[in-house]
Structure formats: C-alpha cells, structure tokens
C-alpha cells in the first residue's frame, strides 16, 4: 500500500509539472506574438525632437555672453599666429640673407676650369719664386716657417676682411629691405 502511495503521488507530481509546462509554453508563445512587432515599434515611436523658437533678446544675451567668454582666448590664438608668422617670415629673410651671402662667397671663387688653371699658375709661380729664391739666396729653416707663417696669417685676413664686407653689404641690403616696409 505504500508503495501505491508513493506511485499515486508521483503521479499527480508528473501531472501537475504536465500542467505547469504547458501553461509556460502557452505563455511563451504568447510573449513572442506580442513582441514580435518591436522593430515596427521602434521606428514608430522613435523620438522627434522639436525646436522652440527663442526670444531675439534672449539670443543676444547668449551670443554676448558666449562672445564674452571666448573672445578673449580668440585674441589670445590669433596674437599668437601673429606672432608665428612674423618669426617664420623673419627666418625666412635671415635665410635668404644667407644664402645671398653664400652666392657672394661663392662668386669670387672661380669656376672649376679657371681654378684648375688659377692654381697651375700659381704653383709655376711658386715654383719659379722658389727656385729664384734659393739661387739668390737660402733661408734659414726659421725665416722660412716665419715667412710661411706671415703668408698664411695674410691670406686668412684677406679672407675674413672679404666675409666681413659680403655680411655688411647684406646687412645694408636688411636694412633697406625694412625701412622699405616700414614706409610702405
């Protein structure tokens, strides 16, 4: 008898958890038809936004206001691009300066050909001095490095006097250039 029992009572249990799982696939089925139509909804209830038209003092305190408040750091931004500008154009003359001196520089030098022919004729003349200077006379090794020594500290000053002339003539051609913009 217990054990009729005990069947009887699972019995009811399966029927019971019977009952229960078809309500619940009869709920599932009806959650599913009702959401179904989301995407549709979705759209249809998506939300507009509407502007309300504002009062034209009520604008004008704003732009004043919001004026105001970044005006200051919009000066700030463009004194400072001014100040870019006038540094890069100032790089740029210095430049140009420089480079004008270069070609000065470099125009009193003479071409490949004429420097090959230039530094021939001044080794024959050397050569020649030389020759002479030991048939008429020979120096002493020290008049010789003192004599070497005077030529080379003279052709040094040669050649700073003529980069100190080149950098006053650009600095003339400066000066002009700014008093040129200024009085324009």
């Known amino acids: 008898m217990a054990s009729s029992t005990s069947a009887s009572s699972y019995r009811d249990c399966v029927s019971s958890l019977r009952t229960s799982l078809s309500f619940l696939e009869s709920s599932v089925a ?41 005006g200051p750091f919009i000066a700030l931004l463009l004194d400072r691009a001014d100040k870019q500008l006038e540094r890069q154009q100032r790089r740029i003359e210095t430049l140009k300066a420089r480079a004008d001196l270069n070609a000065g520089r470099l125009s009193h030098y003479p071409a490949d050909d004429e420097y090959a022919r230039t530094k ?53 051609r400066e000066l002009r250039v700014r008093l040129e913009q200024r009085g324009a």
């Open 30 to 70: 009806t959650l599913g038809h009702g959401v179904e139509d989301f995407p549709r909804l979705a759209t249809v209830l998506k939300t507009v936004r509407h502007y309300e038209l504002i009062p034209q003092p009520t604008l004008a305190a704003a732009e004043s206001s919001l004026r105001d408040e970044i």
């Open 120 to 172: 021939e004729a001044k080794h024959r003349h050397a050569a020649a001095l030389k020759s002479k200077n030991t048939k008429a006379k020979a120096l002493d090794g020290g008049a010789a490095l003192r004599a070497k020594v005077v030529h080379q500290r003279k052709e040094a000053l040669k050649y700073s006097v003529e980069r100190l002339e080149l950098e006053v003539q650009q600095k003339e």
